[in-house]
Each structure stands twice: as C-alpha cells, then as structure tokens.
C-alpha cells in the first residue's frame, strides 16, 4: 500500500485471513457510524469492500458515512471542493437503498467537511451540502489534531494549536446549530480540554468525539500508558459535564495509539481487542453514560490491525455487561439518535 502513512497500518488482507472468528450475538442490530469510503493510490475501500466487510456476520442496518477529502472536486472555488465528498457519499447511499446489495443501508447519514476558519461564510459551504445530500447530510468533521511533535499530526491538515479557540473558526462553528448540524470533533487526548471549552460555548450544538478522545501512544507519549491514561480520564470526566457533546467508542486500531496490534504474526482477537480496550471503553462509557457512547468501526483506518467482524465481537465483549437498553444504545439507539436517522 503505497500511501499508507505513519498512522495507518497497511491492510493486509492475507494478514487478516490468518483470524476470522464467529459472530457473536449475531442477531444484534448494529449502526456503524464512522467509516470512510475512498479511492487512493493503492488503497481502494468502496462500496463492494465495505460490503465484503459489512457482510462478516454481523446484523448491520445501517452506517454514517464520515469525512476523509473523498471526491472533492476538482474544479471551482476551494471553499465548495468538499461538496463533491457529499454528492459522492449521496450517490454510494443511493445505490444501497435500492436494496439491490442487501438490507444494509450504507451511508444512511454523511458528515463532510466544510472549513470552519471561513467564518460566517461558511454557511453557504453548509447549505451547499446539505442540498447535495439529498436529505443524508448530518454535519461536519474540521480536523483539528495537533501535538507539539509535527509528525504526528494529521496528514494534509495544518492546524493551528488554538484552533478550537480562534474567534474565525468559532464564527464558522457558530453556524451548525441553526442549519440543524452536528459537529464530529477529532483531536487528541491533550486538546480535550480545548473541546470542553468549545462545548461549553455552544450548549445548543450536538458534538461527538471521535475515536475516545485519540489518546496517544506513540513518540513521545511512547511508554507513558499509565500517565497518558490518566490525564486522558481526568479530561474526559470534564468533558462528560457538557450534555451536548457524546463519543464514539473505537478508532484505537491506528498506530498513533501505541497498541500495536498489527505487530502480530497473526491478527489479535476479539478477546486481545476487548482487553486492551477495557480501561478506555469502561470508563468513557461510566462517565457518558450510553445513551451518549456509539460504538464505531473507524473502517478502513483500523483495518490494518484486525478484521471488521473480530472488531465487533471486541465490542459486544466489551458490552456484555450491559443491560439490554445500554447494549442497544450503544451499538445502534445513540447513533440513530444523534445522526438523525430514525432507524433504531
């Protein structure tokens, strides 16, 4: 995979058939509501693989397709590219509610990107999009990691550290809530206090964290889990006091995590995932309570240390303590609830 940088492991495909494991509770409704959709240089996740992936098992009803400069266009002014995202995860949803690839309803809901450092002129960005959504457009991901060390940021975003608190990027933030758009935010595990501010200002706009709050594992935070665990939970219960703001629970399958998991002769299972994961999950479920967790495949970032199947038997392992309102809230009613796709 020739693209494949310093924060996705390269999917092997042969690598992964060396585990498959049965579906666990096959019959529980799942809404996946993070993945990606792209077509690079060596690395092709379209419909029919998110079909050969979807297809493991598992009773997946629907997923939410989510930002990742798929299709921009290549034409026209910078601010309107990232439409293109949205008419082509419009065009993939399309196809599957035709029902003619199954009951599955893929990209059921979409999240583009608009950039927020516009300011109020963002609004024409957004209303753009959700024409081109035809009534699946959800809201907006604005990248906006950064750490001290360059190399761990989010290739082909450059982000300012304060960007969360700029007076440009709030202005364009300040024009989600009356559109009726959602805010998935995607940062690392020392910028959730900057997020907590950003909630707090907006009470009236719903915001979802992605992937736990990206605590890292690598670099510098390389060897300091205990410490980095700790700082991310003290962050994390803050957050928790905005009731605006939910999680997804997964996307800890990217290197910058420190796992390791694609480091195996074989791919782990769902038992190693659950494990490893246990601390994060728990507690981030403990402090949000699950009517404000999801959990999220972050496919196909995190292909490339295990399979999609074996990911949701970690998940449902993780969950079989729950009550069975917390299990259905998690791995459909949240999601439902908080993309507006009146499924579950």
């Known amino acids: 995979m020739s693209n494949a940088h310093s924060h ?9 058939a060396r585990h498959g494991e049965a579906p666990l509770d096959p019959g529980l409704p799942i809404i ?12 092709r996740y379209l419909l029919p693989e998110l079909l050969a992936d979807t297809g493991q098992g598992h009773n997946i009803l629907a997923t939410v397709f989510v930002q990742c400069r798929a299709m921009h266009r290549a034409d026209g002014p ?24 199954g009951p599955i309803r893929a990209c059921a809901g979409i999240v583009s990107h608009a950039n927020l450092l516009l300011g109020a002129a963002v609004r024409e960005v957004l209303e753009a999009h959700i024409q081109a959504g035809n009534g699946r457009f959800r809201g907006i991901r604005h990248i906006t990691s950064w750490d001290a060390d360059a190399s761990l940021a989010t290739p082909g975003y450059a982000t300012p550290r304060d960007i969360l608190f700029r007076e440009d990027f709030r202005a364009g933030f300040a024009q989600l809530a009356p559109l009726g ?11 959730i206090p900057d997020l907590v501010a950003l909630a707090r200002a907006f009470p009236e706009t719903p915001i979802v964290l992605d992937h736990v709050g990206g605590p890292l594992g690598i670099k510098a935070y390389a060897g300091r889990r205990d410490e ?69 495949s972050n496919f196909p970032v995190d292909k490339g240390s295990y399979g999609y199947g074996v990911f ?7 969950a079989s303590g729950a009550s069975a309102g917390e299990r259905h809230a998690l791995f ?3 999601a439902s609830r908080f993309y507006r796709l009146g499924l579950a």
């Open 332 to 334: 459909s009613g949240t």
């Open 228 to 296: 980095v665990f700790a700082a991310w939970r003290a962050a994390m219960r803050e957050l928790a006091t905005c009731p605006n703001v939910s999680v997804k629970l997964g996307g800890l399958g990217m290197r910058i995590n420190g796992f390791g998991f694609e480091e195996g002769e074989a791919p782990p299972s769902s038992d190693a995932l659950a494990a490893a994961w246990r601390p994060y999950i728990e507690t981030t479920i403990e402090l949000f309570g699950a009517a404000r967790c999801m959990f999220e």
């Open 312 to 318: 949701w038997n970690a998940c449902k392992t993780l």
């Open 78 to 101: 910078e601010a309107m590219q990232p439409i293109g995202e949205t008419e082509f995860a419009n065009g993939v949803a399309a196809m599957s509610a035709s029902g003619l690839y």
């Open 181 to 191: 758009l959602s805010f998935d935010a995607w940062l690392y595990h020392p910028q």
């Open 32 to 43: 996946d509501p993070h993945h990606h959709l792209w077509d690079r240089p060596g690395w």
């Open 8 to 16: 996705y492991a390269p999917v092997r495909e042969e690598w992964l």
